[in-house]
């Protein structure tokens, strides 16, 4: 087994202890915590060579592995996404309902993390992330088989309730090896790597509806999981011990998770994440109907669109990553990445209701760039600051984490869809929404206090 940068067992905190944090969101240094108990500063301090060079210490591979199993959402929702209007004629089916077929897997997504996370806390991360990824290649070679769209609706929510193994054990491991600013940093070089998905993954969608139809896409998924699948179960070790899991059943792991949503400051970030989740998968649901339908773009202009986008969003990742983390406090990153995300939805509204009078293109594909690169500040933010307040339920806590922002994202999705697919509006109006939730939750939830004690001054238990 390689070594993978734990904390030695007499340097760890006592179990269930939550370190103290800044009101900045960042945790203490040694010398501000020298005041603390022994514990409290333990736990806060990064685990041992935990740094810039942290990725290295799990090999090259291992980390593209990881990389690649936060990547399965795009690969399976992006390189799908400019075959919807084909679907739409293929399967006789109006827009409302072939969205159907994205709530399913983001569903399926949320509804599967909240089982494989606990599972992995109990079992070990390995042997519930291979049964998932098996379970995600079958599923997915049924949707290339399916002769109506209600089928495809099911086995779409077997794909996202299988594939999300790959999602919340991800997360997870990285927790397993990583603390603090170091975790922080992983989470970017992670989005870096799963950032290439949604670049690719329309491009390619597109070029495969140029050879054959949409059920192609879904052979290509098969391809990769299967890859994916093969790539786990030779390169990617066990990362948690056998002493640190769980042998509590379902009782235990549910105990865990309402001490979790016990901790207000947990539950802000992990609802501040959601809704701002919700804002990025309205314009997933979307885009191919506004860009395509209503502006008139070809499949290949929507996925080279869709790729500058995520291009954006990448760059944003690295910026915070690399630039950002240990320089700026992580809750003033992720302030200003909620403040862009409501500003760009603030323009859509405006561009789209005809506020600013007639708009082409260009500007709408800007407005939704500023959005989606806002995304890179936000999301592993939240993820990293929700994460640093938990030490030996990690998997219970990644599942809290994924199950949100999948579940607001599932509602978000179909309500983009309810005035046709001819009008952007609805599209703005979700992400504006979503936005100005996460903030107030925030603000709200996470600000006020510090974010290592719950609403009762107790630090929670996790």
Same mark, same amino acid.
């Given at each position: 087994?390689?070594?993978?940068?734990?904390?030695?067992?007499?340097?760890?905190?006592?179990?269930?202890?939550?370190?103290?944090?800044?009101?900045?969101?960042?945790?203490?240094?040694?010398?501000?915590?020298?005041?603390?108990?022994?514990? /409290?500063?333990?736990?806060?301090?990064? &685990? +041992?060579? /935990?740094? +810039?060079?942290?990725?290295?210490?799990?090999?090259?591979?291992?980390? %593209?592995?990881?990389?690649?199993?936060?990547?399965?959402?795009?690969?399976?929702?992006?390189?799908?996404?400019?075959?919807?209007?084909?679907?739409?004629?293929?399967?006789?089916?109006? =827009?409302?309902?072939?969205?159907?077929?994205?709530?399913?897997?983001?569903?399926?997504?949320?509804? *599967?993390?909240?089982?494989?996370?606990?599972?992995?806390?109990?079992?070990?991360?390995?042997?519930?992330?291979?049964?998932?990824?098996?379970?995600? $290649?079958?599923?997915?070679? %049924?949707?290339?088989? =399916?002769?109506?769209?209600?089928?495809?609706?099911?086995?779409?929510?077997?794909?996202?309730?299988?594939?999300?193994?790959?999602? $919340?054990?991800?997360?997870?491991?990285?927790?397993?090896?990583?603390?603090?600013?170091?975790?922080?940093?992983?989470?970017?070089?992670?989005?870096?790597?799963?950032?290439?998905?949604?670049?690719?993954?329309?491009?390619?969608?597109?070029?495969?509806?140029?050879?054959?139809?949409?059920?192609?896409?879904?052979?290509?998924?098969?391809?990769?999981?299967?890859?994916?699948?093969?790539?786990?179960?030779?390169?990617?070790?066990?990362?948690?011990?056998?002493?640190?899991?769980?042998?509590?059943?379902?009782?235990?792991?549910?105990?865990?998770?309402?001490?979790?949503?016990?901790?207000?400051?947990?539950?802000?970030?992990? %609802?501040?994440?959601?809704?701002?989740?919700? /804002?990025?998968?309205?314009?997933?649901?979307?885009?191919?109907?506004?860009?395509?339908?209503?502006?008139?773009?070809?499949?290949?202009?929507?996925?080279?669109?869709?790729?500058?986008?995520?291009?954006?969003?990448?760059?944003?990742? !690295?910026?915070?990553?690399?630039?950002?983390?240990?320089?700026?406090?992580?809750?003033? #990153?992720? =302030?200003?990445?909620?403040?862009?995300?409501?500003?760009?939805?603030? @323009?859509?509204?405006?561009?789209?209701?005809?506020?600013?009078?007639?708009? *082409?293109?260009?500007?709408?594909?800007?407005?939704?760039?500023?959005?989606?690169?806002?995304?890179?500040?936000?999301?592993?933010?939240? !993820?990293?600051?929700?994460?640093?307040?938990? &030490?030996?339920?990690?998997?219970?806590?990644?599942? %809290?984490?994924?199950?949100?922002?999948?579940?607001?994202?599932?509602? @978000?999705?179909?309500? #983009?869809?309810?005035?046709?697919?001819?009008?952007?509006?609805?599209?703005?109006?979700?992400?504006?929404?979503?936005?100005?939730?996460?903030?107030?939750?925030? $603000?709200?939830?996470?600000?006020?206090?510090?974010?290592?004690?719950?609403?009762?001054?107790?630090?929670?238990?996790?």
């Amino acid at each position: 087994m390689p070594e993978r940068g734990r904390t030695t067992r007499d340097q760890e905190s006592p179990r269930g202890h939550i370190p103290e944090a800044s009101a900045a969101g960042t945790v203490p240094t040694v010398a501000e915590a020298s005041s603390a108990d022994t514990g /409290a500063a333990s736990a806060a301090a990064p &685990r +041992p060579h /935990a740094g +810039p060079g942290a990725p290295g210490r799990t090999g090259l591979l291992v980390t %593209l592995v990881l990389g690649g199993l936060t990547a399965t959402p795009p690969l399976a929702m992006d390189m799908y996404l400019p075959s919807l209007p084909e679907v739409t004629g293929s399967l006789h089916a109006p =827009a409302a309902t072939v969205q159907l077929t994205l709530t399913a897997c983001l569903a399926g997504m949320a509804l *599967g993390q909240l089982v494989v996370g606990p599972m992995s806390d109990r079992w070990g991360r390995r042997r519930p992330l291979l049964a998932g990824l098996g379970v995600y $290649v079958l599923a997915t070679a %049924l949707c290339a088989l =399916a002769p109506g769209i209600g089928l495809l609706v099911a086995f779409r929510l077997v794909q996202g309730l299988a594939g999300a193994a790959g999602i $919340v054990i991800a997360r997870a491991v990285v927790r397993d090896l990583y603390d603090g600013v170091a975790m922080a940093r992983f989470f970017s070089t992670l989005m870096l790597i799963s950032g290439v998905a949604p670049v690719v993954a329309p491009l390619i969608g597109g070029q495969i509806l140029r050879l054959t139809d949409w059920r192609g896409v879904f052979v290509v998924l098969t391809a990769v999981g299967v890859a994916l699948t093969a790539l786990v179960w030779t390169k990617l070790p066990e990362t948690l011990e056998p002493a640190d899991r769980h042998d509590g059943g379902v009782g235990e792991a549910l105990r865990a998770m309402r001490r979790l949503l016990a901790d207000r400051v947990f539950a802000g970030y992990m %609802l501040a994440g959601g809704f701002t989740f919700a /804002a990025l998968f309205a314009y997933i649901s979307a885009s191919p109907f506004v860009i395509q339908d209503l502006y008139g773009a070809s499949p290949q202009t929507f996925s080279l669109l869709f790729g500058v986008n995520s291009v954006g969003l990448v760059i944003a990742g !690295q910026v915070n990553g690399k630039l950002l983390v240990g320089r700026v406090a992580l809750e003033k #990153v992720l =302030a200003t990445g909620l403040a862009l995300v409501v500003l760009a939805a603030t @323009a859509l509204l405006l561009m789209s209701t005809g506020a600013l009078g007639p708009v *082409g293109l260009a500007p709408v594909a800007a407005a939704l760039f500023v959005l989606m690169s806002a995304m890179g500040l936000a999301l592993p933010n939240t !993820q990293t600051l929700a994460l640093m307040r938990v &030490r030996h339920t990690a998997g219970s806590a990644s599942a %809290l984490l994924g199950t949100s922002s999948f579940l607001i994202g599932a509602v @978000a999705s179909p309500l #983009v869809g309810v005035a046709g697919e001819h009008t952007a509006v609805p599209m703005a109006i979700v992400q504006l929404a979503a936005a100005l939730v996460a903030v107030a939750c925030f $603000v709200g939830l996470c600000r006020p206090r510090r974010a290592g004690r719950t609403s009762n001054g107790k630090a929670a238990e996790s």
